[in-house]
């Protein structure tokens, strides 16, 4: 895939090694293995063997059968190995609930795919057109409003960036950047291009859409996806403001050179601010395989691209697999934590993959973990 697909909140991050080795990190697999066992456990071993490696949670929904395995430590040094229930941080896969609850809104007639944006804004803005061509509402999901990648904008900040200081000064900024602040930047926003046209990673612009679902529910970001997804499915550790009882199973984040990193602030809301344990991604993974549904359907529609080689819908990417399966796909990456998230719906097939450290290559390598694991299941079993 092309790398610059899989661009989530993580532009900015580092390579140092620590110490760590697959030896020493405790493994979970059952003594009755499957071939599915054998297959997850050998591409896991790989992946872990990377010295940066800290815990890997992953869940496997199979022809309705749900697989769960569990690499590594929760927290370094410690000894405690992962577990279902162990939750991260999700990231961007946070932007495929965004994209749900704008299917939702479509269905219920609450808000129209290519409605203009400034229909829910307050106040003018000239500024968020090109050429007489307005972002609409599908354009700030599937990546193509030309809405910067953050706000608020500091392209400087990544010239010559100091790799240890950077995810902290960024942390920093977001967790005192206010909704005010967001929306006196977003005036402020000049567009390249027409909306619609190119692809370009924005977590601005799935911020928006947040902000103008609550507009359009009159309800929080974190309260329509309670109500609009995870309490039907049982969802009950994604969320993004966590009790003490589920701080005490967050596993700890650990940036690439090896510190501990600092928790993401909320304010990234639904572009990443969801946080959600593998036992409940495998209900999300089973939401998403069941295609009979108006909402997940418009959900997987093709937006932008075309799906031979790459396209996106709401929020999920996509392409085909050689065999000409449907890969629908979404990565997510914190200073702390990684993530990837796949549906193969003709194959009845999800992976989703859970890690608690963060690197310029973790994503990549989740990638290809889940990429094995589809080899070795094989696309005709």
């Not at 009882?245 to 650990?254: D, I």
């Not at 602030?265 to 036992?279: D, M, N, R, T």
Request: aromatic share 8%; hydrophobic share 35%; with cysteine.
């Amino acid at each position: 895939m092309k790398t610059r697909f899989v661009v989530v909140l993580l532009l900015m991050q580092t390579i140092s090694l620590h110490s760590q080795t697959l030896n020493s990190l405790p493994l979970l697999i059952d003594n009755k293995k499957s071939s599915i066992d054998l297959v997850v456990h050998k591409s896991a071993q790989k992946f872990m063997s990377d010295q940066r490696a800290v815990g890997l949670s992953i869940g496997i929904v199979k022809d309705g059968k749900t697989l769960s395995y569990n690499y590594g430590e929760v927290e370094k040094g410690k000894k405690g190995l992962p577990s279902p229930q162990t939750i991260y941080e999700i990231a961007s896969i946070t932007k495929t609930f965004s994209g749900v609850l704008l299917a939702q809104a479509v269905i219920e007639k609450r808000v129209a795919m290519d409605d203009d944006v400034r229909k829910y804004l307050d106040g003018n803005y000239p500024n968020l057109e090109f050429e007489g061509h307005p972002i609409r509402l599908f354009h700030l999901i599937n990546h193509t409003s030309r809405l910067p990648s953050f706000l608020p904008d500091r392209p400087e900040l990544f010239q010559n960036p100091d790799p240890i200081e950077l995810p902290k000064i960024l942390t920093e900024i977001s967790r005192n950047y206010t909704r005010t602040q967001f929306y006196e930047d977003l005036h402020n926003v000049k567009l390249d291009k027409i909306p619609g046209i190119d692809f370009k990673y924005s977590n601005a612009a799935a911020q928006l859409l947040g902000y103008i679902l609550e507009r359009v529910y009159r309800m929080s970001y974190e309260q329509l996806v309670a109500q609009k997804i995870t309490n039907h499915l049982g969802m009950n550790d994604t969320r993004i403001t966590l009790s003490s009882a589920e701080k005490r199973r967050l596993a700890t984040g650990y940036y690439e050179n090896g510190t501990v990193a600092l928790y993401s602030p909320p304010q990234s809301q639904a572009a990443g601010g969801l946080h959600s344990s593998v036992s409940d991604m495998l209900k999300y993974l089973k939401f998403h395989l069941s295609e009979d549904s108006e909402v997940i359907k418009l959900s997987h529609q093709t937006t932008w691209g075309d799906i031979s080689t790459y396209a996106s819908g709401l929020s999920w990417q996509m392409n085909k697999t050689s065999a000409g399966h449907r890969r629908i796909w979404q990565s997510g990456g914190t200073f702390g934590f990684s993530s990837y998230c796949v549906v193969f719906p003709e194959l009845n097939l999800g992976i989703v993959l859970l890690s608690n450290e963060s690197d310029r290559d973790s994503q990549g390598r989740l990638n290809t973990l889940a990429n094995e694991i589809l080899a070795g299941i094989g696309e005709n079993q």
